[in-house]
């Protein structure tokens, strides 16, 4: 279902923008790609900082707005640290010279200029007014299935929280787990083995229908469920199984289990289309099953030992870039740094997400806000 919002002014229009957004901005530039009249999602830029050039930084960020399918006009909204300043000549809105930048670049892409404002705490103003002057800004509108936006860019970024107890029944699983897959390496089992740890490892003879049930019930899961998930996200070939599976279906997790098992036994590359979706590539997935996905990762990395958690923290990064939350993903890969500053997987990304570089489907229409 497509939510149509219309605003008659400028003040309505800003009211607007964090249900676009799905949150209300904060040290941001907010640029609104039109198609006609109407808005197709948000995307967010940090402010850029002193060492930035202006002409570099606008190219880069109306580069991105060209991408989206038919795209013929944008909208420049900057929620900056500072208010206005007020000189002998008028008000001085922050960030002007960027934002001419801006206008000059969308100008060169041949796109109409929509608006050009400044949300500070004073109220708002017009880039595009010779003599600008504050205005109150208006309340958010409501609307149905948007929910609530009254948090800014990192809201919902926190982990679920876990008890002592969940974490420490979450280890112990870990270590029966391990334990028996150790002893299948070197000799049969002895029958001592706690068996909710052998059933388990049983859920894992078929991987893709596991990674799947996970979907089902992602609400936080039993314990030695959360070990054979958090032992497939610490391995990069079950890892990767899993997030293809769910950002495209089940057979598409069966294709990728196959194809990376040949590479790791005889090295047969990985079909383009596979690898295709770790880069953004291909046809849009579910959003739906992305949430689902990020939301089973994010709770095994609240109840996961610390050293296993660059797993799942890295699984709940790809997922927000795959949902266009590069700002999401940008502070998980921080948290893994924190953890384990060469992870393979997390460096890859965080080159990706500090390039501003967003998968093709986000450009699409419907397909969700950049930000």
Not at 77 to 106: C, K, M, N
Not at 242 to 250: G, V
Not at 288 to 316: H, K, M, S
Not at 323 to 335: E, F, K, M
Request: hydrophobic share 45%; proline share 8%.
């Amino acid at each position: 279902m497509t939510t149509i919002l219309r605003a008659s002014d400028s003040a309505e229009f800003l009211g607007i923008v964090p249900v676009l957004a799905g949150f209300t901005p904060t040290r941001s530039i907010v640029l609104l790609p039109f198609i006609g009249a109407r808005a197709y999602g948000a995307m967010r830029l940090d402010l850029p900082d002193d060492e930035s050039d202006p002409a570099t930084y606008a190219a880069a960020a109306i580069g991105l707005v060209t991408r989206v399918d038919g795209v013929d006009g944008v909208a420049i909204v900057v929620y900056p640290d500072d208010g206005p300043a007020r000189t002998g000549d008028g008000l001085v809105l922050p960030l002007g010279v960027q934002v001419d930048e801006l206008i000059g670049s969308a100008d060169d892409a041949g796109l109409r200029i929509v608006d050009a404002l400044c949300v500070c705490a004073g109220g708002w103003a017009s880039y595009l007014d010779d003599d600008p002057e504050l205005a109150p800004t208006a309340p958010s509108p409501t609307a149905p299935l948007v929910g609530d936006v009254s948090g800014d860019q990192l809201a919902g970024v926190d982990l679920p929280r876990a008890d002592l107890g969940e974490k420490e029944r979450v280890g112990r699983a870990l270590l029966d787990v391990a334990e028996i897959l150790d002893r299948g390496k070197h000799g049969p089992l002895t029958g001592r083995e706690n068996p909710q740890a052998i059933a388990a490892i049983a859920m894992l003879e078929d991987l893709p229908e596991f990674f799947e049930l996970l979907l089902d019930a992602p609400e936080p899961q039993p314990a030695f469920a959360t070990a054979a998930l958090l032992w497939c996200l610490a391995r990069p070939v079950f890892r990767d199984v899993a997030l293809t599976q769910w950002a495209s279906d089940r057979r598409g997790g069966v294709r990728t289990l196959s194809a990376q098992l040949a590479f790791s036994g005889t090295g047969r590359m990985v079909p383009d289309d596979l690898t295709g979706i770790f880069l953004g590539r291909g046809p849009t997935p579910d959003p739906d099953r992305l949430r689902l996905a990020l939301a089973v990762v994010r709770l095994a990395a609240a109840r996961a030992p610390r050293e296993l958690r660059p797993g799942p923290l890295t699984a709940a990064a790809w997922l927000s870039w795959a949902l266009g939350r590069s700002t999401h993903a940008a502070h998980y890969l921080d948290l893994v740094r924190s953890i384990d500053p060469q992870h393979g997987l997390a460096e890859l990304l965080n080159a990706i997400v500090c390039d501003g570089l967003l998968p093709e489907w986000a450009f699409r229409r419907g397909a969700g806000r950049p930000t």
